[in-house]
């Protein structure tokens, strides 16, 4: 009497079983080591929007607007915007007034 402790494992099986075993092996190597590659176009833009913020908030202090006062203002509903004002600096950075040739200020 014969007895066989395991069944005998088919070329297939060990194919599976092999891979399992390599995947797990890349899989540990891998771990811990995050990656992030940006293309040029992604870095150049984030340097342009650091610098931009950082123009605004130079202009925006040389003016003597506290940028963290407004932020809090706006956050508790209490801050206030001179409609006029608005609309005559939209329409000054759209061109209109250069389009228009003179600027009115009634």
């Known amino acids: 009497m014969k007895i066989n402790s395991m069944p005998p494992v088919s070329k297939v099986e ?5 891979r399992q075993a390599t995947e ?20 150049l833009f984030s ?14 202090s040389g003016e003597g607007i506290d940028v ?7 956050e508790s509903g209490s801050y206030s915007v001179d409609e006029k004002q608005l609309a005559e600096s ?7 007034y250069e389009n228009r040739g003179n600027i009115n200020n009634d």
């Open 14 to 18: 060990q194919y599976k079983i092999q």
């Open 68 to 74: 963290d006062s407004v932020k809090s203002q706006i």
């Open 24 to 43: 797990t092996q890349s899989l540990g190597k891998s771990i811990g080591t995050d990656e992030m590659n940006l293309s040029s176009d992604a870095t």
């Open 47 to 60: 340097e342009t929007m650091k610098a931009a913020r950082a123009s605004v908030s130079e202009r925006l």
């Open 90 to 96: 939209i329409l000054m950075l759209s061109g209109y």
